[in-house]
């Protein structure tokens, strides 16, 4: 595919860790240091406006982990786009692998989801990936296929463009095993096709396709030097100030 040049785009997923006062903190302290990629976290509901205050007049995007297919109404303990977009957020993670597999999202659950995030104007981050099984059983390309079609499902090509993708491997999330270099850029290079296929090359060229899984200081930038890889999402490494800024000045050192 003719070279697109796209940003790097870097991502903390806190998960469900960390206090407003300890969320402050960080945020504060990740301003202070230089990066190059964009970067974003995203953080528990209950810290979303005390990081996006403290991210303000800084480059660092502030999102939330999940949001609510529904606009409002009766949905007990549900958190809708708008709330999240009245906190300060400008983006938000759908369809997580623990989502998926702890609370039963599926991909028509993850296209309401997004389709609610666009209404807002906050930026979608869709997770993609197969399980162990899968893989092992050679149908990791199926899985992606499928996920991305469905989830996208009904959207235009300026709204896909405008997702970041993260192709997260179940198999290689919280568990030290990072996907080899080959396995990544097979995946982003399928996808990318996919997209293509569907929502025309201009979209599939621009998109944002994130790895994520296991990603540490030491794995970092050999993962961002990889062409069709254009960022990372980076879940226990995103805990400490000091390991998520060497991942972020690891892309100093890949080639871009
Ligand atoms: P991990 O998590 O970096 O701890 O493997 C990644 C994720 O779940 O987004």
Redesign the pocket.
Known sequence: MAHVHRPKVIVG?W?MHKGIAEARSFVTGLALSHFTSLVGLAVPYTCLSAAAEAARGSAIMIGAQNVSDNEDGPFTGEISSKMLKDTGATFA?VG???RRQHFHEDDTLVNNKIKRLIESGLRPLM?IGETLEQHQDGKSHQVLHAQLINGFRGLTPGQVEHIIV?Y?PVW?????KTASPETVEAAHAYCRKVIASAWGKDTAEHIIIQY?????ADNAAALLALSDVDGL??????LALESFTKILHAQEHSKS
Do not use: W, Y
């Not at 994520?212 to 540490?216: D, E």
């Not at 999402?233 to 995103?238: D, I, Q």
């Open positions: 997923n998960k993670i997580h692998s623990e997770c993260a997260e290689a999330i919280g568990t030290g994520g899984g296991s990603v540490k999402l980076v879940g226990g490494a995103s």
